[in-house]
């Protein structure tokens, strides 16, 4: 079955960490937000993430990002140096403890012209 968007539409991608993963659909589904979840790895730490796509009506976005800023805020945490990528092209002892900031969400908003459920 082929739908013509009636309304704006908008596909979103939604990229948490792994762990967060659960607690973003179960939020999602709590405000009425569609939403597919798929595992998905990389990022500046290489840690494990969690992708989630929905389809939404361009008025609803900005409900979307408010749970998101609500729901999982960005966190500092202190790394050795030496654990992250490219640290040994930085002049900076290997010892050294460094802030960098993780968590949070990352948000992508792209246009849906048309969608397919077969």
Known sequence: MTQEA??????????VPSGDGERLLNRMAEQGFPATRIGS??????RGSATVFSALAAERIPELVALLHQEFPEVTERMPAASLPFMDEIDIPSAAMIDVRVGGAVLFVLPLDRMVRV
């Open 41 to 46: 790895t990389g990022g500046f730490l290489k």
């Open 6 to 15: 009636s309304t704006e539409m908008k596909f979103c991608i939604v990229i």
